[in-house]
């Protein structure tokens, strides 16, 4: 269980959002939704622990996330709006670094089954630089294939994808929430997510 507990934030003089509340559990999605500059990427933020509350707290299976520290964050895999890449890497580099810092090593083999399962096998050993920004957003959804984690936190994970990959990646999310997982998202894309959608946050209307 995820739980956010009377949440609130402060951006300059003004607040973004106050007593934001939820509980998700296993096998369910929260859609956050609402307009730019209120507060979707913050909240997603302070989920992950990279963003403290002015009020409330986070609760992983019952406790607060900052007690809980290293432990919560080996459980969740965080892809914000940006790709996050280093441009002068390959897309095969850019994976098995990305996975190496967060202490899940992976293999050649296993990075690259994962650029195949996106489409990009033949942009392994491409610097991302030459990539389009459709492809570099596949590369950096790879990692959903190589983080065996329960909680997946996704600011606009749709975005710049084609009509294939975005039906791949609806897939995915799919497959994640059967498996037990828990996904919480942003997006602005029309995708068909209404068999998965548990629940749903319109940011707006949690605050002045």
């Known amino acids: 269980m995820l739980e956010a507990v009377g949440l609130a934030a402060v951006r300059g003089d003004r607040r973004l959002f106050t007593g934001l509340a939820f509980s998700l559990a296993a096998g369910e999605l929260l859609y956050v939704h609402g307009p730019n500059g209120s507060g979707k990427t913050t909240l997603l933020r302070m989920l992950c622990g990279l963003v403290l509350p002015e009020a409330g707290e986070v609760r992983w299976e019952g406790h607060s996330i900052r007690k809980l520290g290293e432990d919560y964050r080996r459980e969740l895999l965080y892809l914000g709006h940006a790709a996050a890449l280093k441009d002068e890497l390959t897309a095969l580099e850019n994976l098995r670094v990305a996975s190496a810092l967060q202490g899940r090593p992976v293999s050649e083999r296993q990075a690259l089954e994962a650029l195949d ?27 959903l294939y190589l983080t065996p984690v329960r909680i997946w936190i996704l600011d606009e994970p749709f975005t710049a994808l084609d009509k294939k990959a975005v039906a791949g990646l609806e897939q995915t999310l799919a497959n994640h929430l059967r498996g037990g997982g828990l996904v919480v998202l942003t997006t602005h894309q029309e995708v068909m997510l209404t068999a998965a ?7 707006g209307s949690w605050g002045d």
């Open 117 to 143: 399962a996106l489409g990009l096998e033949d942009c392994a050993d491409l610097p991302v630089q030459v990539l389009s920004q459709g492809q570099k957003r596949r590369v950096a959804l790879a990692r």
């Open 197 to 203: 959608v548990a629940k749903t946050i319109a940011m």
